[in-house]
């Protein structure tokens, strides 16, 4: 069975920092765009970040001001994903998707994780 897993989410502060894994059971995640996208309570799914197959290219929603960093590690075949200043309307479940065409469309994705649950409180 070919999955990803996501990790690392939890209760966390406001202003405090997660760091979130994304990794590959059953396939590597070298030939894959590798996707962010959360869905806060009551809303819908939306896009985070988004990381080349070679870890050239980066983008973000604007609305994340810089607070978060995409990563991958080929070695460890994971893509994380560090959340800096977290803010109560980051809340939200975090999936991670793997994109075989290299780009980070949603409806397009190969594999989607679970999700792991951020939730942002004082």
């Known amino acids: 069975q070919l999955q990803l897993v996501e990790s690392g989410g939890g209760l966390v502060q406001p202003g405090g920092s997660l760091r979130l894994s994304c990794t590959a059971s059953?396939?590597?995640?070298?030939?894959?765009?590798i996707g962010w996208f959360r869905q806060a309570p009551g809303k819908e799914r939306g896009g985070v970040s988004c990381?080349?197959?070679?870890?050239?290219?980066?983008n973000y929603a604007d609305s994340l001001k810089g607070r978060f960093t995409i990563s991958r590690d080929h070695a460890k075949n994971t893509v994380y994903l560090q959340m800096n200043s977290l803010k109560p309307e980051d809340t939200a479940v975090y999936f991670c998707?793997?994109?075989?065409?290299?780009?980070?469309?949603?409806?397009?994705?190969?594999?989607w994780g679970k999700g792991t649950l951020v939730t942002v409180s004082s």
């Open positions: 990381i080349s197959r070679h870890g050239g290219s980066v």
């Open positions: 998707a793997a994109h075989r065409s290299g780009y980070c469309r949603p409806i397009g994705a190969d594999y």
């Open positions: 059953g396939f590597t995640l070298d030939y894959y765009a």
